[in-house]
């Protein structure tokens, strides 16, 4: 067997009789993590000395397994694509065309789902529970950095999704900033609640903590009371999640008796470090689970295409409604339509760094507009630089309002509603006008009794200039929303329809 192995299992070598992975009352120490993916590596070589970047897709339940198939595919030379435990059969279907797999490999709670598509499009189907149990004769391959590791879709609001590459070198970088910024460590211990098919899960949780030696502890399902009873065993030392999580612990919490509240406020401060991203951190949020925990979240800013790139400090001043400072080995500039350099208004935050995505899979010329032509991937994303901290203003095409000649911010209206004693959440965004270009629009979920429009415009006007009043208002019982608790505007618009 050859030693040529990828830096996840160089790392594994390390702690080889540590605990990697506990799941339900079970645990795997490095060393079965490691086994583990050689063997799946060798299925899935068969025989092969080398995958050479062959699209390999896997579903499997979040833990154990899912480790161990994805570290498998990348020491055989695949190219992992994780796949979304929630989607639909044509969603899934697209995704294994789109990407060109050629390996498919499940858990048994998935073979019958997928059986009859793998066979229909030729893909060669694996079960875990048909893993090699030998590795004799094995030889794997030599896995540079170059290498393409890693393809997961984009939400595809807008358009198709989209499959951004990323390389082996890419990941590393984008774990090890991570590991430097956020202090990680042997001696932690994080808990995974989020979807294993987005950056957020596979980077910042189980590649971060795997990396440096950590316990990654996963959880089926989101259960609030669940989570309680395992930070008050007190051995969770970080905690990741979105909004949308932090939101639904408040609520939780909020309903349980004061002795129990307090016992949780206990066991919540001992942790390192919390960390909340994903979707914008709503400043109500977070200062009420300050309130909670005494942690003041950490807030961060990453996408896709490049994991993380801006963090609020581990050391050092949080500021709510902030993203923070450039991570380390990322530079971050923001500017306009032109790519003209922006110093003192808003601009879309452009990305350099080794962490940066390699392209859209056959996808040429998303790949060419996606950066400027110095090298510099165009995010989107509208930011602005206050006091050496970037503060996102939204999506530009979604969050970034133009009604009138004037650029709004729906994000900052949104944070000014949230403030209001009969408002619970909201969506802002803008509707197509003939006259003003856009006009600001509001789908508001209530506390209870829905508010009268005329009285929350009222109070708007308090607040906010009167061109950033929303003109229409819509009263929900619930906002639309992806894996990761992210509102989808575009979803959000056709509740005006």
Request: glycine fraction near 6%; aromatic fraction near 8%; hydrophobic fraction near 40%.
């Amino acid at each position: 067997m050859s030693s040529e192995l990828i830096g996840p299992l160089r790392q594994a070598r390390e702690h080889a009789m540590s605990i990697a992975i506990r799941q339900g009352g079970n645990y795997w120490r490095y060393q079965d993590l490691s086994e583990a993916a050689l063997h799946t590596a060798a299925t899935l070589l068969n025989d092969k000395e080398d995958l050479y970047e062959q699209r390999v897709a896997f579903m499997t339940e979040p833990g154990f397994t899912y480790v161990s198939t994805l570290w498998g595919i990348w020491q055989a030379g695949g190219v992992a694509v994780p796949l979304s435990l929630s989607s639909p059969l044509p969603s899934l279907r697209y995704t294994l065309q789109d990407a060109a797999c050629s390996i498919l490999v499940v858990s048994p709670a998935f073979q019958s789902l997928l059986s009859d598509l793998a066979s229909e499009l030729r893909i060669r189907l694996i079960s875990t529970d048909e893993i090699l149990v030998t590795l004799e004769g094995t030889t794997f391959p030599k896995i540079g950095p170059e290498r393409r590791a890693l393809m997961l879709y984009t939400s595809g609001t807008t358009n198709l999704p989209k499959g951004v590459v990323s390389t082996h070198g890419n990941l590393t970088a984008q774990i090890t900033t991570l590991l430097e910024a956020w202090r990680w460590s042997p001696n932690d211990q994080t808990l995974c609640v989020l979807p294993l098919h987005h950056v957020h899960g596979i980077v910042n949780v189980v590649c971060c903590s795997l990396w440096a030696g950590a316990v990654c502890e996963f959880v089926t399902g989101f259960d609030a009371e669940q989570l309680f009873d395992i930070f008050l065993r007190g051995e969770i030392t970080v905690f990741m999640a979105v909004p949308t999580i932090y939101f639904k612990l408040i609520a939780c919490w909020e309903q349980l008796p004061r002795t129990k509240q307090m016992e949780i406020t206990r066991a919540l401060t001992h942790f390192r470090l919390m960390v909340c991203g994903s979707a914008a951190l709503p400043v109500t949020v977070m200062e009420k689970w300050k309130l909670i925990s005494h942690h003041t979240l950490l807030e961060r800013y990453g996408m896709t295409e490049l994991g993380m790139a801006i963090s609020n400090p581990y050391e050092g001043e949080r500021r709510a409604g902030f993203v923070g400072i450039p991570l380390p080995g990322v530079s971050i500039r923001l500017a306009d339509d032109k790519n003209q350099l922006i110093h003192d208004e808003p601009g879309e935050i452009q990305v350099k760094g080794d962490n940066v995505f390699l392209e859209y899979w056959n996808r040429p010329e998303a790949t060419l507009h996606a950066f400027t032509a110095d090298g510099w991937f165009k995010t989107g994303d509208v930011a602005m630089l206050e006091d050496g901290y970037y503060r996102i203003l939204g999506r530009n095409s979604v969050d970034i309002i133009k009604s009138g000649g004037y650029k709004i911010s729906a994000l900052e209206i949104e944070e000014v509603l949230r403030t209001h004693p009969l408002i619970k959440d909201c969506a802002v965004v803008g509707l197509d006008n003939d006259e003003w270009g856009e006009i600001v629009a509001a789908a508001v979920v209530p506390v209870h009794e829905p508010p009268q429009h005329e009285e929350i415009t009222h109070w708007l006007k308090t607040q906010l200039p009167a061109y950033r009043v929303p003109r229409k208002f819509i009263v929900v019982s619930e906002l639309p929303r992806n894996a990761m608790g992210k509102v989808t505007k575009n979803e959000v618009k056709k509740l005006f329809q």
